[in-house]
């Protein structure tokens, strides 16, 4: 398999819920991230992972707490998570630090918190 | 910092008819430009990119793009637009900084949605 997959496709979860989102990449990339898209909002950054290491936090809420045990997985979990919390969430990869070859992403987890 | 602007937040053209989606983006040195493609509910798609050399790209879907350094432009065109290429469209720039390193991230522009009529 090649690209970018993310799982599961759709979520719903209630408030006080623990789940988990993962995203795997067959690229041999070496950088990971992870984007939260909400409706008529721009493309957010949450997280950049680079050779499993995390080099970026965008103030993201201890509610999300992502995991990278090796280059080609990554993982958020997720906890007591709020509605204004559903959204689409994207993971992406690249030839770590080479911004030159752009990303390629995941087709993403609808998260529909209620 | 860098930064990105799509000035079209919707746009709409008749099928068979020609499209520009316009980029003005920010950055201090040698910029990387792209053009990323999401159909509803999907991931974004890579549509073309540019690093260096000739100005004009070409692109995946009959796209294309024209680096212009002077109006610090990345617009995207099409000649004639198809039913199937209604989408939301992300214009993004990273590169080469002052210094000679290069970065990993990238910085999106808002998005264009385009709608096509037939």
Redesign the interface.
Known sequence: ETGVTQTPRHLVMGMTNKKSLKCEQHLGHNAMYWYKQSAKKPLELMFVYNFKEQTENNSVPSRFSPECPNSSHLFLHLHTLQPEDSALYLCASSQGGQGRYGYTFGSGTRLTVV | AQSVTQPDIHITVSEGASLELRCNYSYGATP?L?W?VQSP??????LL?Y?SGDTLVQGIKGFEAEFKRSQSSFNLRKPSVHWSDAAEY?C?V???DAGGT?????T????TILTVHP
């Open positions: 990387y792209f990323y509910g999907q991931g974004l798609q890579l990119k690093f992300f993004a990273g590169g080469l290069s970065y990993g991230k990238l999106f522009g808002q998005g």
